[in-house]
């Protein structure tokens, strides 16, 4: 069983950066695959962005490629979603998630956070 804990979320206005957390239970992070979801009021689950466990690989949506940068530190349990030049459409909910394979799609992955808020003002 995997717990996660994302936090950083808030208001920025469009062009500023967030660093999103995302803190996990358990001796066997660096087993586990990471991906950032978002989901924005009346759309659906939308692909941020997923990395191996070792860190080596990492996968981008294209909405958010060359702005936001996933990366971890298996000594805190932890991976990190920098959010650069935010743009109005990145307000959304956003999750992180683990599982046992890297992948962009939700369904391959067994643990959820509750979400942290990002609000994009102009």
């Known amino acids: 069983q995997v717990q996660l804990v994302e936090s950083g979320g808030g208001l920025v206005q469009a062009g500023g950066s967030l660093r999103l957390s995302c803190a996990a239970s358990?001796?066997?992070?660096?087993?586990?695959?990471m991906g950032w979801f978002r989901q924005a009021p009346g759309k659906e689950r939308e692909f941020v962005a997923a990395?191996?466990?070792?860190?080596?690989?990492?996968y981008y949506g294209d909405p958010v490629k060359g702005r936001f940068t996933i990366s971890r530190d298996n000594a805190k349990n932890t991976v990190y979603l920098q959010m650069n030049s935010l743009k109005l459409e990145d307000t959304a909910v956003y999750s992180c998630s683990a599982g046992r394979i890297l992948s962009r799609w939700s369904a391959a992955y067994d643990y959820w956070g509750q979400g942290t808020q990002v609000t994009v003002s102009s």
């Open positions: 990395i191996s466990g070792s860190g080596e690989s990492t």
């Open positions: 358990g001796r066997t992070f660096s087993t586990y695959a």
